[in-house]
């Protein structure tokens, strides 16, 4: 019966303040170290050997070699940073752009603004105007299928026999 048994009433709050701030820091110490080991990795201008070396000083000499890389090359870290969230947005956006269909196949308003215009000039009647884009309207247009002979829509109807009405 010779031990002590600490409850809670008995640790006093600046103890556990104190506790917290050091349970804090060793967090950050092992943030920054590993920041440190990322950016030594993903550094394109060292060389193999220089990185091998700056391994090894930040490992086996871990507080020393974080404060002389910090103090050494610390103001580049923030830039490669930036660079490369600029190149992974870069990315993202490109491959938003790709999964969009920015350049792709025409919608189906702008096939059926081509049908007008066509229909405007007096090319088609309002009879083939009609099926076309009835075609278009249901997805079977050449908005869908560029590969059934071409990007108008007279490729997709056939001509009527009888002359345009009224021109």
């Given at each position: ?11 006093p709050?600046?103890?556990?303040f104190w506790?917290?701030l ?27 050997w ?46 938003i ?21 066509i229909r ?5 009647t ?42």
């Amino acid at each position: 019966m010779t031990a002590q048994t600490y409850l809670a009433y008995d640790f006093p709050l600046l103890s556990a303040f104190w506790t917290m701030l050091w349970f804090f820091l060793w967090i950050l110490w092992f943030v920054l170290l590993f920041r440190i080991v990322l950016d030594i990795i993903r550094d394109d201008g060292l060389g193999g050997w220089a990185k091998a070396g700056w391994m090894v000083f930040v490992v086996v000499l871990p507080f020393l070699g974080v404060f002389v890389y910090v103090i050494a090359r610390g103001k580049n870290m923030g830039r490669r940073e930036m660079e490369q969230a600029r190149a992974q947005q870069e990315a993202f956006e490109s491959y938003i752009r790709e999964t969009a269909g920015g350049k792709g196949a025409p919608s189906s308003v702008d096939e059926l603004t081509k049908l007008s215009e066509i229909r405007a000039r007096g090319d088609i009647t309002d009879e083939e105007f009609r099926k076309a884009k009835q075609l278009v309207l249901a997805g079977h247009g050449p908005a869908e299928h560029p590969g059934t002979g071409g990007s108008t829509a007279t490729s997709t109807t056939t001509p009527t026999s009888t002359p345009p009405s009224g021109r």
